[in-house]
């Protein structure tokens, strides 16, 4: 069975810095498109930044040049880079695999992924 395994939450200040990792074991990755999703109390889980296959990238208008999320097909793994963090950025980060190896234009919807990972906090604050 594939498994999403996720590393690199924790406590930053505001304008601070984390790398959230993703290591993807028993399936296709490759070919997948990856993203990172977020849920903070109260609030809908919501799409913070994608990558296809090929390397196209898409991002929450909100996060969108803070955030950098790449990937390296030679370790199945997809990261999430943070940076300038800010309070609002609190939230509980879960790294989910596509169903197919492309995004679509908009903000991807949690349904266009089959696997997810058990999710790590990340809180901001001062």
């Known amino acids: 069975q594939v498994q999403l395994v996720e590393s690199g939450g924790g406590l930053a200040q505001p304008g601070g810095s984390l790398r959230l990792s993703c290591a993807v074991s028993?399936?296709?990755?490759?070919?997948?498109?990856m993203a990172w999703f977020r849920q903070a109390p109260g609030k809908e889980r919501e799409c913070v930044a994608a990558?296809?296959?090929?390397?196209?990238?898409s991002y929450l208008e909100s996060v969108e040049g803070r955030f950098t999320i790449s990937r390296d097909n030679a370790k199945n793994t997809v990261y999430l880079q943070m940076n300038n963090l800010k309070p609002e950025d609190t939230a509980v980060y879960y790294c989910a695999r596509g169903v197919r190896g492309y995004l679509s234009d908009f903000a991807p919807p949690a349904e266009d992924f089959d696997s997810w990972g058990q999710g790590t906090q990340v809180t901001v604050s001062s």
């Open positions: 990558i296809n296959s090929i390397g196209g990238l």
């Open positions: 028993g399936g296709t990755f490759s070919r997948r498109a």
